[in-house]
Structures are given as structure tokens and as C-alpha cells.
């Protein structure tokens, strides 16, 4: 895929995932204002194998052979894997019937997902390409490791992670994607990219409620049915937690703000990564009330209006039918 001067010329990095499933459909089913030029993917919500074969189920439900997919770093930088079945079943996309996604119609490239990042930013004109991330960061931090000076040719960073007030979801302080490798996040955020962070304090806003989970269920799109089974299982975990009607769809915020901006309501401030150890290792700690002074490096996704949002997904959802 051709980088296209002034579009939103995205890489989706992701832990497919139930939301990261949407995230991608939502791009894929957007290309007025997304060109995806690929997908690469993290280990999280299950084991890289499985997020990457995840992937291509996704691309395979919609009949897509084109968009390639590059697999990335099985483990965080620094530690070892958490994972997330209890969320996302083994298969990392369970669904409520119990009836698979479609097996792979493609497969993904022998080229390592860093070094397709790092090789399509340096092919690439500056400043053109957004690097959207919906799983642990760590492919983005390897990259940046490797060679800071290619990675800062990228455009910003618009990920889904943190909290800023809300409380953890994989501990009492930290959210699932900064948990798993606090210490990606860590580089990242000092990167002096431009950031956008979609945090829990805007997704725990976006509730698939059972009314709109019936309106993509019943729309007249051909993976209606498809998605709302996906999303039926992924409901599970987190209304019994939460007590909620219905789970929080946290990745596609991220490809929501890129199309459609006014959705949310986003705030600059200082946002740094709790690396030690102890009971708020991986806390994205926001200073909201800029009480530090200190550079604000993030702009963070404070509000967001969920009615919009879940009209937007479903209402795209019928892109896949022609
Ligand atoms: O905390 C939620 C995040 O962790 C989402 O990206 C979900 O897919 C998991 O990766
Ligand atoms: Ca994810």
C-alpha cells in the first residue's frame, strides 16, 4: 500500500483481541479517510501466534487478501508476557455461539513487524504516517530503540492505553496494554512524538450496551451478525466486573478520532509511566490539574461522545457488503 500525501496513512499495531477486531474493521471499512498500510502485531490479550493468526481471521471475515499483516515481538521488553483469556477466551477471539471467525486466507510476511515500521517510515515522506496502537507498545519501542532518528518520521502516535483518573483494569492502578510492558510505554511517551492517548477514562464511556449491540446484530451489514457474536463473548468478562450493561469498546476509539475528531474531547498534559515495582507499576500518572509543571507530552482523550461512536461503527460495518 502507497503512502497518499495529506490522508491518515496509518500502521495498526494490535493484540486482536475482540477491539482490536473492531479497530480494524472500522479502518478497513473507512478508506476516505484511512489508508492502512498494514498491520502488524503485538503479543497481549493472547500469545503472538494467536494474535497474529487473529489478525488474518479478521482480514479473512471481510475477504481482504491485500492488506499484509507482520508479526512482532512475542514478549515484552522487559519481563514476562501477561495475557488476557479471561477477557478474550483462549482462541483470543472467542465467540458467544462458539462458532469460529473464518480460518486465514492469507498469510503474514516473513519481513518482522519493526522492521517493516522502520522501512515504511524511511520510504515514506515525513511527517505522513500515524502510528496507531491498540496493544502493549512494545513493536513501537523496538523500533525506537533500534532507530530513533527513522521513528521520529512518523506523523504522532494515536494508542489506546492508560488512565488517567479511572482506575486500573489489570490491576488496581494500571491499564491492560501499559501494564503488560510499562517499560515500551515508558520510551514512548519520552519520545517526544506527538501522542494521542485513549485512555480508560474515555473508553469505559463507550459501553456496548444491548441496545447497541441488537443495532449491529440487526443492521444490514453482511458481518453484522459476525461482530455482534464476537462482541456478545467479549461482553462477558467485564459486565460481570463491572456491573455494567455491557463491556467497554476501548481500540476503536483510536481509528474513531482519526475519522471523525469532534467525537472526543481531547486535553494536553504531562503523562508519565510508573516503571517500579510495587502496587502502581505500569499507572499512566496524569498530571490533569498540571500541578508539576512539567512538559505536557500527551494529549489525552478526556471525553467522548458514545452515541456518535457506536453509530459510526455500525453504520460502517455495511462498507464490507459491496
Ligand atoms: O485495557 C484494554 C486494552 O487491553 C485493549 O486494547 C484490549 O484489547 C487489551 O489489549
Ligand atoms: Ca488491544
Same mark, same amino acid.
Given at each position: 500500500m502507497e503512502v497518499k500525501l495529506g490522508a491518515n496513512n496509518i500502521i495498526l499495531d494490535c493484540d486482536p483481541g475482540h477491539d482490536d477486531a473492531l479497530a480494524i474493521?472500522?479502518?478497513?471499512?473507512?478508506?476516505k479517510e484511512i489508508n492502512c498500510l498494514g498491520i502488524?502485531?503485538?503479543?497481549?490479550?493472547v500469545p503472538l501466534e494467536l494474535t497474529t493468526k487473529n489478525a488474518l481471521r479478521v482480514l479473512a471475515l471481510?475477504?481482504?487478501?491485500?492488506?499484509? &499483516?507482520?508479526? +512482532?515481538?512475542?514478549?515484552?521488553?522487559?519481563?514476562?508476557?501477561?495475557?488476557?483469556?479471561?477477557?478474550?477466551?483462549e482462541s483470543g477471539l472467542d465467540t458467544g455461539s462458539g462458532t469460529s471467525l473464518p480460518e486465514p486466507i492469507s498469510n503474514y510476511e516473513d519481513k518482522h513487524a519493526v522492521n517493516f515500521i522502520l522501512d515504511t517510515l524511511k520510504e515514506s515522506p515525513i511527517n505522513e504516517i500515524t502510528l496507531v496502537a491498540t496493544g502493549p507498545l512494545t513493536n513501537l519501542a523496538a523500533a525506537f530503540s533500534i532507530d530513533p532518528k527513522t521513528f521520529r518520521r512518523?506523523?504522532?502516535? &494515536?494508542?489506546? +492505553?492508560?488512565a488517567g483518573f479511572e482506575p486500573g483494569n489489570i490491576t488496581p492502578a494500571a491499564e491492560f496494554n501499559i501494564y503488560v510492558d510499562p517499560f515500551a510505554a515508558k520510551s514512548i511517551f519520552e519520545s517526544e512524538l506527538e501522542i494521542f492517548m485513549f485512555g480508560l477514562d474515555v473508553t469505559h464511556k463507550m459501553i456496548i450496551t444491548s441496545r447497541r449491540l441488537s443495532a449491529i446484530k440487526n443492521s444490514s451489514s453482511l458481518v453484522g451478525p459476525a461482530v455482534?457474536?464476537?462482541?456478545?463473548?467479549?461482553?462477558?468478562?467485564?459486565t460481570k466486573k463491572y456491573g455494567w450493561d455491557g463491556a467497554p469498546l476501548h481500540d476503536p476509539c483510536t481509528i474513531a478520532w482519526l475519522i471523525s475528531p469532534d467525537i472526543f474531547k481531547v486535553k494536553k498534559m504531562s503523562v508519565e509511566i510508573e516503571t517500579n515495582n510495587g502496587p502502581a507499576y505500569g499507572r499512566t500518572i496524569a498530571d490533569w490539574f498540571n500541578v508539576t509543571s512539567k512538559k505536557k507530552?500527551?494529549?489525552?482523550?478526556?471525553?467522548?461522545?458514545?452515541?456518535?461512536f457506536f453509530e459510526l461503527i455500525t453504520e460502517r460495518l455495511n462498507f464490507f457488503d459491496e
Open positions: 474493521l472500522l479502518a478497513l471499512s473507512s478508506p502488524t502485531t503485538s503479543a497481549g490479550n471481510i475477504k481482504n487478501n491485500n492488506i499484509e &499483516v507482520y508479526k +512482532g515481538c512475542p514478549k515484552p521488553l522487559i519481563g514476562e508476557l501477561v495475557t488476557a483469556e479471561n477477557v478474550h477466551g512518523a506523523k504522532r502516535i &494515536v494508542l489506546m +492505553g492508560g455482534a457474536d464476537l462482541l456478545t463473548f467479549f461482553n462477558v468478562y467485564d507530552n500527551i494529549n489525552v482523550a478526556v471525553n467522548g461522545n458514545s452515541d456518535r
